[in-house]
């Protein structure tokens, strides 16, 4: 890519972000850390990557996306919001008992959300089967998945891992955050996942590992994973947690709490001293 179109997806990224400190700060509750860590490659596929439509949420031949680790629900809200599927200030809006932003992705409600998740494990399941639809119908759409690394520890992922590859599903990309910290702490202390990419080859897979914030390496790895037939692709990025935020970066405690004033307005600082940057370069 250029580097006038790097530079425009670094500026989203960064509003991205922006959303997320927003909707934990006016919710008072939710799950930044994990939501700051996907906020690039969220922006890759919705800006450049994905077959999708805002004026025409459910068409039948747009790429599929699932959240599969939902509480980062902030962060797809954020990049829905900026893409067009709905006002960008009902961010603020986020976990309010009136509010169609819930604290998981809720596809009843909410335009652009393909599928209900927040019980980790189960989300990829759903999108092997969008992409087992896909492949019986000539490989109508592709379908995108973020897992968090935690979330692999569940059983449910290998399951649904096994039988992806069975059925030869390239269409489907699944894409690990590993940022190495889960609500409990590093996920070598909860229950160690690794080697993350030796277990989906195992298991059929492609694998590639990227650095989750370059976008550069993001680009390669999607278009390595639809040039790969007979096999789904897994993506491994490395992350870091809260990314984008000094004082949230790579600390577990920032998995599940939400900024008070102080801190909003410290983490606000930053994201827009970090967009005057990108625009001046």
């Given at each position: 890519?250029?580097?006038?179109?790097?530079?425009?997806?670094?500026?989203?990224?960064?509003?991205?972000?922006?959303?997320?400190?927003?909707?934990?700060?006016?919710?008072?509750?939710?799950?930044?850390?994990?939501?700051?860590?996907?906020?690039?490659?969220?922006?890759?596929?919705?800006?450049?990557?994905?077959?999708?439509?805002?004026?025409?949420?459910?068409?039948?031949?747009?790429?599929?996306?699932?959240l599969s680790k939902g509480h980062a629900a902030p962060a797809l809200y954020a990049v829905l919001a900026e893409r067009g599927f709905f006002p960008v200030d009902d961010l603020k809006t986020l976990r309010k008992s009136d509010s169609y932003l819930q604290g998981h992705p809720n596809m009843n409600y909410v335009p652009g959300v393909d599928m209900s998740t927040g019980s980790l494990g189960q989300g990829v399941s759903a999108a092997?089967?969008?992409?087992?639809?896909?492949?019986?119908?000539?490989?109508?759409?592709?379908?995108?998945?973020?897992?968090?690394?935690?979330?692999?520890?569940?059983?449910?992922?290998?399951?649904?891992?096994?039988?992806?590859?069975?059925?030869?599903?390239?269409?489907?990309?699944?894409?690990?955050?590993?940022?190495?910290?889960?609500?409990?702490?590093?996920?070598?202390?909860?229950?160690?996942?690794?080697?993350?990419?030796?277990?989906?080859?195992?298991?059929?897979?492609?694998?590639?590992?990227?650095?989750?914030?370059?976008?550069?390496?993001?680009?390669?790895?999607?278009?390595?994973?639809?040039?790969?037939?007979?096999?789904?692709?897994?993506?491994?990025?490395?992350?870091?947690?809260?990314?984008?935020?000094?004082?949230?970066?790579?600390?577990?405690?920032?998995?599940?709490?939400?900024?008070?004033?102080?801190?909003?307005?410290?983490?606000?600082?930053?994201?827009?001293?970090?967009?005057?940057?990108?625009?001046?370069?």
């Open positions: 890519m250029d580097k006038a179109e790097k530079k425009q997806l670094k500026k989203i990224a960064c509003n991205v972000r922006k959303g997320v400190i927003e909707g934990t700060f006016n919710a008072k509750s939710g799950h930044p850390g994990g939501s700051l860590s996907i906020a690039d490659i969220l922006t890759y596929l919705y800006f450049k990557e994905m077959n999708i439509d805002p004026k025409d949420p459910h068409k039948a031949d747009r790429d599929r996306f699932v092997v089967g969008m992409a087992l639809a896909s492949k019986r119908g000539g490989d109508l759409f592709r379908v995108y998945t973020i897992l968090g690394d935690g979330e692999i520890q569940e059983g449910q992922v290998w399951e649904a891992a096994m039988f992806a590859a069975a059925k030869k599903l390239d269409t489907l990309t699944v894409i690990v955050d590993n940022n190495n910290l889960q609500i409990d702490g590093t996920v070598e202390e909860v229950n160690s996942p690794y080697p993350i990419p030796e277990k989906f080859a195992a298991f059929g897979f492609n694998t590639i590992e990227i650095c989750g914030h370059c976008f550069d390496e993001i680009e390669n790895a999607l278009e390595n994973a639809k040039s790969v037939k007979g096999k789904p692709t897994a993506i491994i990025m490395k992350t870091v947690k809260g990314k984008g935020v000094s004082f949230m970066e790579n600390k577990v405690n920032w998995h599940g709490s939400a900024p008070n004033k102080e801190q909003y307005d410290e983490a606000m600082a930053e994201l827009n001293a970090a967009a005057a940057a990108i625009d001046a370069e």
